[in-house]
């Protein structure tokens, strides 16, 4: 009877110069900015800056950036839920509206289902970074029409082309 083997998944060759060069370039971009209908909470900067370095700059979209921006908000949410479960001071639970320790240590529970939902949709759970089984078709296609977009924009504002 023969050895059964194993297999691994093979990736995408990552140290290209290529693909060197390419992450050199995205990291010089700026980040993307929340968009202007969205505040964040001082709580929840820190946790906003770490989901944003998790994907290159060019792979947000504007349904992302919601997405991350609720992310962000329900991990501030969880921190200072589990802040208030381990102090288990009855008036601070009082003053943020639960009436026991059990009912603010429910809804942290809620609030990590939400969070491993919302992480779920962003495909930020067990990925590699650089996959391409993960790329969306779409969503470069999508990169692709802002950049035509940017070169014809670009191109209106030469003066030689409105000449003609």
């Known amino acids: 009877m023969a050895k059964p083997r194993s297999t691994t998944k093979r990736t995408a060759r990552t140290d290209s110069v290529a693909g060197a060069l390419a992450a050199n370039a995205n990291a010089l971009v700026q980040p993307p900015t929340l968009p ?32 991350a921006w609720q ?23 009082e003053k943020a509206g639960f009436p026991s320790v059990r009912a603010a240590s429910s809804q942290v529970g809620t609030l990590i289902a939400q969070q491993l939902g919302l992480m779920r949709a962003l495909v930020m759970v067990g990925t590699v970074v650089g996959d391409p089984a993960l790329a969306v078709p779409r969503r470069a296609a999508e990169r692709e029409a802002e950049q035509a977009i940017k ?3 670009g191109r209106a504002e030469d003066a030689s082309l409105l000449a003609l």
């Not at 906003?48 to 992302?64: K, N, P, S, T």
């Open 71 to 93: 992310l962000a908000q329900i991990q501030g949410d969880i921190k200072t839920g589990r802040a208030l479960v381990e102090r288990g001071n009855r008036s601070e639970l």
């Open 151 to 153: 070169k014809i924009k």
């Open 36 to 67: 202007a209908h969205l505040t964040l909470r001082v709580q929840d900067v820190p946790f906003w800056d770490a989901i944003l370095r998790a994907r290159a700059h060019d792979e947000w979209g504007q349904v992302e950036l919601v997405l």
